[in-house]
């Protein structure tokens, strides 16, 4: 699987679990309607069978997913919660992305 789509899926699946939790959130805690937890659910069944289109196995792709959930819950913080995120938030985002380049593309022992 190459890095790009590697990546991408990451991505996507990162922003359907957010949803996933993000409308039950707004049900809960700003009175918005119940329906929005028909799509949460959907998102969130996305996000489970995204995360199974990795090659690898299920244990290194959620841990190498977690950098790039963090990365991109900052993300949604800045662009959908009108929130900046802090260079300390940012900063921590570069370690987490880090950890998930080295978890991803680290040299594997042959079985």
């Known amino acids: 699987m190459t890095i790009l789509r590697t990546g991408a899926l990451f991505g996507i699946a990162a922003v359907a679990e957010i949803l996933g939790c993000y409308l039950p959130?707004?049900?809960l805690k700003q009175g918005r309607s119940a329906w929005?937890?028909?799509p949460a659910a959907l998102s969130l069944t996305a996000f489970a069978w995204?995360?199974?289109l990795?090659?690898?196995s299920a244990a290194r792709t959620y841990a190498a997913?977690?950098?790039v959930?963090?990365?991109v819950a900052l993300l949604w913080l800045w662009l959908v919660e009108k929130q900046t995120p802090t260079k300390w938030d940012l900063l921590g985002a570069?370690?987490?992305i880090s950890g998930?380049?080295?978890i991803m593309l680290g040299p594997r022992r042959s079985s």
């Open 25 to 27: 959130y707004l049900w």
């Open 36 to 38: 929005l937890l028909l």
């Open 50 to 52: 995204l995360l199974t």
């Open 54 to 56: 990795h090659p690898t």
């Open 65 to 67: 997913y977690g950098g």
């Open 69 to 71: 959930y963090i990365a």
């Open 94 to 96: 570069a370690v987490a």
């Open 100 to 102: 998930m380049a080295i």
